[in-house]
């Protein structure tokens, strides 16, 4: 999936985990892990380890990082309170999920069975960026985004002109991000069927 897609994955989660721990911080840790691996992995694997591997799923792509994350995770969390690291952990897991990383054993349980797969890819970065630019979906994505975060302006701009405290604030926020959540699953829905109703007859 490209970049779009995990963001708003992420975000969609980050909003669902809201709903149970009422905390919007989460929301930002699981939409950053959720787009991390890429931000990591596609410069390092085509860049850095473009002449030997040219691969853009290797080490934040693998599942030992999702422990490493969660581990120092559960440290932060007993000394200094912070779920964090957790949620990024959550974030990592989901887009390794997305991109079904089990379908590449060896580059998702490294190092238990061997070196990463190689790989050969011609203008990686030049083809990626095309490829954002003409998806539908990613377009979809894109404009989701915009309009979540219009909204989430709205809000806190509202909040923070509030002269006297709302005894009702929780409650208002909770159905707020609740209407957020449903838009951004519409959209999901949407792509997926563009995805695979309307994609395959389409070359980008």
Do not use: C
């Given at each position: 999936?490209l970049?779009m897609?995990?963001l708003?994955?992420?975000l969609?989660?980050?909003?669902?985990?809201y709903?149970?721990?009422h905390?919007?911080?989460i929301?930002?840790?699981?939409?950053?892990?959720?787009?991390l691996?890429?931000i990591i992995?596609k410069?390092?694997?085509?860049i850095?380890f473009?002449?030997?591997?040219?691969?853009?799923k290797?080490?934040?792509h693998?599942?030992?990082?999702?422990l490493?994350?969660?581990?120092?995770?559960l440290?932060?969390?007993r000394?200094?309170?912070s779920?964090?690291?957790?949620?990024?952990?959550v974030?990592?897991?989901?887009?390794q999920?997305?991109?079904?990383?089990w379908t590449q054993?060896?580059n998702?349980?490294?190092?238990?069975f061997?070196?990463?797969?190689?790989?050969?890819?011609?203008?990686?970065f030049?083809n990626?960026?095309?490829?954002?630019?003409?998806?539908?979906?990613e377009w979809?994505?894109?404009v989701?985004?915009?309009?979540i975060?219009?909204?989430m302006?709205?809000?806190?701009?509202?909040?923070k002109?509030?002269?006297?405290?709302?005894?009702h604030?929780?409650?208002?926020?909770?159905?707020?991000?609740s209407?957020?959540?449903?838009?951004?699953?519409?959209v999901l829905?949407?792509?997926l069927?563009i995805?695979?109703?309307?994609?395959?007859?389409?070359?980008?």
């Amino acid at each position: 999936m490209l970049f779009m897609g995990h963001l708003v994955i992420g975000l969609i989660i980050g909003f669902i985990l809201y709903e149970f721990f009422h905390d919007r911080t989460i929301i930002v840790f699981v939409a950053i892990g959720s787009v991390l691996p890429d931000i990591i992995d596609k410069p390092l694997g085509h860049i850095i380890f473009g002449s030997t591997l040219d691969n853009g799923k290797i080490f934040f792509h693998s599942f030992i990082i999702v422990l490493m994350f969660f581990i120092a995770g559960l440290i932060v969390w007993r000394l200094y309170k912070s779920h964090s690291f957790i949620f990024v952990a959550v974030g990592v897991f989901l887009h390794q999920i997305v991109d079904m990383m089990w379908t590449q054993p060896v580059n998702w349980y490294y190092p238990f069975f061997g070196q990463y797969q190689a790989e050969a890819h011609a203008d990686y970065f030049l083809n990626a960026i095309i490829a954002e630019l003409t998806s539908v979906t990613e377009w979809i994505f894109f404009v989701a985004l915009l309009a979540i975060a219009f909204l989430m302006y709205i809000n806190t701009k509202q909040q923070k002109q509030m002269v006297e405290p709302d005894p009702h604030l929780l409650e208002k926020t909770s159905r707020f991000y609740s209407s957020i959540l449903a838009i951004a699953l519409f959209v999901l829905a949407l792509s997926l069927m563009i995805i695979y109703l309307w994609d395959p007859f389409f070359s980008y």
